[in-house]
């Protein structure tokens, strides 16, 4: 693929010029003749020439606009002188005769520029190149009579437009865009190669194209130019035929190449399209035809194989829903469908390269000189989930996941070797050694980056010590270190001087903002001079995954049954020679049908007539197919004798109320005629009678029948019954009555023999095929409201016989339903969901379900309903709400994506005074870890309750409980979920208690105090009052009291 690429940038670099070989004599293009009627006529050449003289010495003439061009004013020779781009001389002369006839037909096409503009044959593309003439949009440059879009010459010098520079020859299918060393799948930091192709080289000699510009666009629609730097790309030859490019983030879908010609404009390749994830096609053995946009149709209780490509052999994981059983065998899986219904197959192509990576670590404890105890220390990361763990080849696995220090502890002396694997089988080998030293060492492990083309990688270090199985914590004992890094893929390199503490539990120094490659760990302990290294290998996920999926839909089997008229009897039919069969097919779950009659020949009708005309014994056999080709086929045995039928002459449609006479083929002794209801026999119809006259009184057909007896020659005695198609006044229109929207439906009538038809439909119908004819297949638009009703019509008519009819349908569009119900709600509650159809129609029932982005059924109906109220106590996350009609409906399966906001956590706490004096107003606040919140109060207060909103309230308390607050808080992310309330019960003030020195002598002061309350005024007092002075604090929980007499008092606090 390299090679490919520097061998395409040689060829831009030394590209050949083309040789050109010059056209010394001129061609004359132009009338004929001279019509002196005309404004002017025109003489050209048929090629440009950079030097042209004209002249004549009989005619008059005056050069137009453009050199190789002259109008000219009467008959006569014109000649012209040239030189060509090569300096090769030329000269023609041309004569132009009197008379209009065929004057002027520059472009050759039957019009004329020699003719009054009034004249039906004017031609306005002969004096004005490129506008369109009467027959047509022609566009033509060169005015040679061949359209620029089929003309591989479009300046008529001889020389085809891929190598004239003259010419505008490319469109945009001539350029595209070719990827070399690049797959398909953006990777951030993977170079893409590109570059423009000709599907034929243009010479360009004059430098008349020179311009090339990429584009860029995010929708295929809008284009930018891509320059260096812009949409996080690194650009080069973003204005040459050759593009490499490497994009960091690729926040554009379509990529194309713009290529000027100075003669023409710009013209635009089509684009190359990128994609982030690879969609895997998956092939299938099924001989159903099926598109991208519709599942696959199998057949029910068949064996279909499908296939995937995968040149690099990859690993491949089928996963096949629906089925009674598959086997799946590397790029291919065997899928044994069952009954009816639908299924899907999906596959996967794991990357194989090897993501796993290991570090492992020891230590050692020494006890005594005998005794050692040890631990192994090992750290995975994988990008395939769970990683297991088998420790000396044993055979006893455990798991854990990727980042997880996985502990082996309890060790004695010896070397412990350990092996790793991840989900997709990747394996690594890793050994540690408990040793009778005490020991300390570094401890590396990392965590690649999330891609390859970030750079947010990160190596953690570690200390590991004697009697201890953790990092180490700030504070704790610490070694310095100097670590340095070298990435040795690109040399990028960090290095710093970092702490590892020994002893207690600790933590990580980390590395961060790294690249993925393989890395060398170079250790310096500056506390003793000694030096490790280490490697390390810092991976990124794989670049992109690759993915495909088929819905399937298992199609019923066909199954095949007709009924006959003669009917057989033990599956026989009896037949004398010439007699016609009327086969009518009954067959279910099929669309498409095959006849085979036993006598060579075939028939592709649903309904077949046939006329066995040679005694002998036939099997007659319906193969009855659906849409995949699966089939189911029945006979019957049909046995002519060698007897004739006979055979009813005069024969053909009738108009309603006419009469008709029919006779026998045959000489016969008794005949027996019949007719079928709507008949009146007018005369004839004896039994010596070969002859009936019969009136049709209506309906869209009727019979007539004949047997006969005692006849000349051997005549087959059986009944012979022929259908007449009668034209009646009205008919019966088959179909559908109610349809759906954007859906396809037949109608039809009962075929009249040699009549004309005509269809009509609603305006929100296409006829799709079938006008003209007695059955028409119509495409209904979509639904709007307007159009819930309307009528199928078709008038008929027999000009030979000049008798017609018509009929009506009435019909019904049927609303399209749709699930109403809220995308967005919190855990725990419990919305409304309807099934209904469009506003103003009534609801339908359906099968409810809803699942979880896995596929797990969480909840589901017990029986079908309009509505649901369910419960998500699920968890947060996102869930589908699907139902599924069960009456008549235009719709499938119908889903709603809903995504359930987890509650915020409740309070816990509410800051403010709960022992509180009624009547008094207090301040409460709540404390939350939420950025962005509302507050919701609930305050019961005495026999009042009410709500308040914020972060802090004050309440005025009244005057007797009871008393209650309850908040809760709403995160603004949320669609309004609320967390569970918290509630608080404020109470009056208990009684106050006094506590202080009881017993002290006179003319001492001591102390006293009470229990603090918020926004509580403390009135204390002495009594006797000349017991004592208060010294200090009143209004307040504590006071001083002066005692100045002896004897008993006392000290009171009253609050209010």
Sequence with gaps: ????????????????????????????????GYCPDAPYQLLGLNTYYPSTTWSSTDGEFENSASPWAISIFSPGTYCVETVDAQGCNGSACFTVAQGCSGGGDIDNDGYFSGVLASDPLFDPDDLEPCVPDACGAICDFDGDGIANEIDSDIDNDGIPNASDPCDCGFTNTD??????????????????????????????????????????????????DLENGQNECLVGGSSSDTLLIRCDELNWTHIRIAVNAAACGWEYSEPYIFSNDLVLPIQSTSLCPSSPESCEKVCENSTVTYSVENPEQMPVIWEVNGSVDYTANGNEVTVEWGEAGSGEVKVSILDDKDYLQVDCGQVSQVIDSTNQLGASFIIGNSYAGGIEISENGGLSWSQFYSGEIHVVPSLNVGVYEYQIRDATGNTKSCSVEITTEARYETFANSVGPSSCGEEDGIIFFRGLHNNDFSPIISGSPSHPFFINLINLETGFSRSDTVYLQYQGPGSLVPFTELPAGPYQINYTNLSNGETTTEYITLTCPPDCQQEGQRCIEILKEPKAVFTSVPAAVNNIIDLCKAETVQFTNNSTASSSFIWDFGDGTVSLVKDALHTFYEPGIYEVKLIAR???????????????????????????????????????????????????PNGSVIS??????????????????????????????????????QKISIISNQTDIEGQVIVCPNTETEYFIEAVQGADYQWEVPSFGLILEGQGTPKISVRWGDFDGNNASGLIKISYQNCFLGCAGNGELPLQMRPPTLINGPIEICEGSSPSFTHSQVSGYPFVEADWFIYDVHGVEMWASDSPVTGIHPTFDFGAGTYSVRAFPAGESCNGELGLQVEVFALPPPLDTILGEMNICPGQAYNYQVSSNLENATYSWFIRNGIDFYEKTGRSINVKWASSPPYALIVSQEDWNSPGCQSPSFIVYPAPLPGLEISGDASLCRENSAFYETGFYENI?????VSPPQAGAITGGQGTAQVEVFWQQAGTATIAVISN
Excluded: H
């Design 1 to 32: 693929m390299v090679l490919r690429a520097l061998f395409l940038w040689l060829i831009a670099m030394v590209g050949l010029p083309a040789l050109l070989v010059g056209q010394c004599d001129p061609v004359i293009i132009g009338a004929t």
């Design 684 to 721: 004839g119809g004896g039994q010596a009678d070969d002859f009936v006259t019969i009136q049709w009184n209506g309906g869209s057909s009727g019979d007539v029948s004949l047997q006969v007896s005692a006849c000349t020659g051997n005549i087959c005695p059986k009944t012979v019954r």
């Design 175 to 224: 350029v595209y865009v070719s990827d070399f060393y690049f797959d398909g799948c953006f990777s951030p930091g993977e170079e893409m190669l590109f570059v423009a192709e000709l599907e034929q080289p243009i010479n360009d000699p004059a430098g008349l194209l020179t311009e090339y510009q990429w584009q860029v666009s995010a929708d295929g629609t809008n284009y930018v």
């Design 1017 to 1021: 005024n403390y009135e204390w007092s």
């Design 626 to 676: 659906n849409g995949c080709y699966c089939s189911d086929t029945t006979s019957v045995r049909v046995e002519v004798s060698d007897a004739e039928i006979p055979e009813i002459l005069c024969l053909g449609p009738v108009c309603e109320g006419d009469t008709a006479t029919y006779r026998s083929n045959v000489v016969c002794g008794n005949y027996e005629w019949g007719n079928s």
